[in-house]
């Protein structure tokens, strides 16, 4: 078999046909794209023209549509006073509700009184002229005489301030009073700054039909910027306003603000010079090394113009569809080319479809289906060859990682087990109660599970993992805190501690009994004292015994009387702080220690007892999405502290380190580098404490940010617990039991309806008992009142 070079095909074939292509295609393109681009700029510029004077006219329309429906309006006739609430404030806020581009409303009446209306929405300037409360929506000027007050209006028309100041003005000398009064129709004046606003507007008054009085309208140029922008018919383009002068008044450009210092932007001085000599054409020009299309042109408004430039670099680049023509010349010389080129060709096409499928094969992980491909390139060949042997070294060494990632997890679990053996138990069914789950709902058709699968092998064995995983972090977490079986157990259970104070108590009471015989005091009362105290002080050891077992809730009361417990005194007579190791004698104040012998309380929450939360990186804790509240304290072992938590056995702090495994775990699992096809192990592990509706942890997700294999392990979690006959600090529950505890959590909105609906439906939950409940905790279970 004759066997020739891949290279030798290729440039054979392409180096003829590449200089034939490239000479027709730059013959006729720059001509093409030149004539083009100035005949369809000169049209575009006129569309934009076309638009926004209409859209201008069709502003002054409106506006004087509203001053011409208020020339009857008897409302402003009113008398103004120093009222905010004058007849027409309410009108006047519905007008400017309905037309955001309108900054003010004001009348003046004949005798020279002055009443404005102006929308303090969105303009900080406004704020800071007038001094506004942060709550201002609407301010009110009232000016009459030599006196103005300016009132401040909440959303609601309510008045939160107000304030005066010796000001006058007189409607009657400004332009827009003088002109209504000498005009039978609305009219416009010039385009001037409005102090208050910083911003270009324009002010539109009609005199009413009661003669002198005068109802206007202050109009900004701000909302036409957002129009321009739309008018926008290519990136770097630029569509703007301006006045007589030459100066921008608005423009599509987002970093235009038409104030003080912006407003002085003068249009272009070829613009200029066009604009003086009434040069409509659409002219040329450069500027700062770019080359620019620019026109003007008018509104049909008095005093406003509109001026157009575009980046003419930027714009040829949208005449490309115009190389057709020369595209069809050279594609006519292709065609002649075609037979020679197919032939050619498919010698190379051939094989390397086939070389295609086969690192198809190679994507998909699928090594020991991929061949050699027949050919005679030699190049295709060598390659076929390294797929054949690339694919046997990856599958070997996917093997090798599968065994590694395997071990690491059994290890893992290992861990966890070896730390608390009902956490590791936990760990090995909550995958087996998840993936059963998964089955059914990559099987089912119904609501939710239509359009979700989770059934490819690397899928599967990737949500395996992550339920695998759920809890690593608890290799972290003290075991005396997982298993914590009373509120005042650490490395042990402190009850001992509170029993021997007892004693003493006991012992002091037995004492002064004796002491009082030795007196020659009353011994029959002395004895009576003696047995009620020690009495109240068996019952008293029996009440904080029991309180220190926890329950469901631990009334205000029972916390009260155990404060009242605590308040007993016993005398220490040594030194509590000897025998420490280094870093619990740093918890003691020694410079304030009681001399010997000291009064203690029976029950206390002492300096000692707090270990401080150091070195903790909240910025980390935000950037990871954290939202769980972390506590102050790393720990409090204050007694009383301990004793009175109201449910559980738990305090807050120890709540949030058994909590903190997810993060932990989150974390764990973020920082190993899994394979693409497993990236979702993380999430899958750690969003099995979410709710629904962002009450969870730690990240307080909601439904719409879980997918359904997350919400699926959070339902596995919780059965698994509920279930469990290996948890040290709680009674198992019945099926039964644990299935109406989850229907709570879903009428909470805590667990996913459909996936307890499928998981009772599945009939899971009795496969699920009959291999790792109790006899005695399975019982029958009525799941139509669930469904």
């Given amino acids: 078999m004759f066997k020739h070079s891949i290279r030798t095909n290729i440039l054979t074939i392409f180096l003829l046909l590449i200089g034939l292509v490239a000479a027709s295609l730059l013959s006729s393109q720059y001509y ?12 575009t510029f006129k569309l934009i023209t076309k638009n926004i004077s209409s859209h201008l006219s069709r502003n002054n329309k409106m506006i004087n549509n509203i001053l011409l429906s208020n020339g009857d309006n008897t409302d402003i006739y009113e008398e103004i006073s120093f009222n905010a609430n004058h007849p027409a404030l309410n009108n006047m806020i519905q007008i400017m509700e309905l037309n955001k581009a309108i900054n003010s409303i004001y009348f003046a009446q004949k005798n020279g009184s002055f009443y404005e209306l102006e929308n303090m929405e969105n303009s900080s300037y406004l704020f800071k002229t007038l001094k506004a409360p942060e709550s201002t929506r609407w301010s009110v000027r009232i000016s009459i005489n030599n006196k103005t007050q300016y009132f401040f209006l909440n959303k609601n028309g309510e008045i939160i301030s107000s304030y005066s100041i010796k000001k006058k003005y007189s409607p009657k000398e400004r332009i827009w009073y003088r002109d209504a009064i000498n005009s039978h129709t609305p009219i416009m004046t010039d385009l001037y700054k409005f102090v208050d606003l910083n911003k270009s507007g324009i002010t539109y008054a009609f005199e009413l039909s009661q003669k002198g009085t005068v109802f206007a309208i202050d109009y900004t140029l701000e909302s036409l910027n957002s129009y321009l922008k739309l008018q926008k018919f290519e990136e770097n383009s630029e569509i703007f306003l301006f006045n007589q002068a030459g100066k921008k008044v608005a423009s599509s450009d987002e970093h235009f603000k038409d104030s003080e210092s912006s407003n002085q932007v003068s249009i272009s001085p070829m613009l200029q010079n066009a604009f003086v000599h009434k040069n409509r054409d659409v002219i040329k020009y450069t500027l700062k090394e770019k080359n620019y299309f620019s026109s003007y042109s008018e509104t049909g408004h008095q005093h406003l113009l509109l001026g157009i430039k575009v980046d003419t670099k930027n714009l040829l680049q949208t005449y490309n569809d115009n190389m057709q023509y020369s595209l069809m010349i050279s594609l006519f010389l292709l065609l002649l080319s075609l037979p020679i080129i197919f032939l050619a060709t498919n010698l190379i096409i051939k094989p390397i479809k086939a070389l295609i499928k086969e690192n198809e094969k190679i994507k998909e992980r699928k090594f020991r289906e991929v061949k050699e491909v027949q050919t005679n390139i030699i190049e295709f060949i060598e390659l076929s060859d390294s797929f054949v042997v690339m694919s046997k070294s990856i599958d070997e060494y996917q093997k090798s990682q599968e065994e590694l ?21 936990h760990c090995e069914r909550v995958p087996e109660i998840a993936q059963m789950l998964i089955h059914e709902a990559s099987n089912s058709n119904e609501s939710i599970f239509k359009e979700f699968s989770l059934s490819s092998e690397d899928e599967l064995r990737e949500f395996e993992i992550g339920a695998w995983l759920h809890d690593c972090g608890k290799v972290t977490t003290p075991e005396y805190v997982v298993d914590k079986a009373t509120k005042l157990e650490t490395i042990n259970d402190r009850i001992h501690e509170v029993r021997t104070r007892f004693e003493v108590l006991w012992r002091d009471a037995q004492i002064l009994y004796l002491e009082a015989k030795l007196k020659g005091e009353n011994e029959a009362s002395a004895l009576a004292t003696l047995k009620s105290t020690q009495e109240r002080l068996l019952e008293e050891f ?39 190791g280094e870093v619990e004698i740093l918890r003691y104040d020694k410079q304030n220690a009681q001399s010997l012998p000291a009064t203690e309380k029976l029950l206390s929450d002492k300096k000692q007892h707090i270990i401080k939360r150091e070195h903790f990186d909240y910025d980390s804790y935000e950037a990871h999405g954290f939202k769980e509240d972390v506590p102050e304290n790393l720990y409090n072992y204050g007694e009383i502290y301990n004793l009175c938590i109201a449910k559980g056995t738990l305090s807050p702090e120890e709540r949030y380190k058994i909590n903190e495994h997810v993060i932990l775990t989150i974390k764990m699992l973020e920082k190993i580098p899994f394979p ?64 109406k505890i989850l229907s709570f959590m879903v009428k909470d909105e805590h667990l996913d309806s459909d996936i307890f609906k499928l998981f009772l439906k599945s009939d899971l939950h009795n496969v699920y008992a009959a291999k790792y409940l109790k006899p005695e905790q399975i019982d029958e279970v009525d799941i139509e009142q669930y469904l």
């Fill in 32 to 43: 093409f794209n030149q004539k083009l681009a100035s005949d369809s700029t000169a049209n």
């Fill in 676 to 739: 693409s096809h497993m990236t979702k192990i993380p999430e899958y592990a750690g969003t099995h404490h979410e709710t629904l509706i962002g009450t969870g942890y730690p990240r307080k997700l909601k439904k719409n940010e879980l997918s359904i294999a997350a919400r699926i392990m959070a339902i596995a979690d919780v059965f698994e617990a509920l279930t469990a006959s290996d948890r040290p600090y709680k009674k198992a529950k019945t099926l039964s039991e644990s299935i």
């Fill in 542 to 580: 029996k009440f904080i015994a029991d309180a220190n077992i926890g329950g469901e809730f631990m009334s205000q009361e029972k916390q009260n009387r155990i404060k009242k417990i605590a308040d007993q005194e016993w005398q220490r007579n040594f030194d509590d702080s000897l025998g420490l």
């Fill in 405 to 425: 990632l395997n071990a690491i997890v059994k290890l893992i679990a290992e861990a966890v087990d070896a730390k608390s053996a009902y956490t590791g138990g």
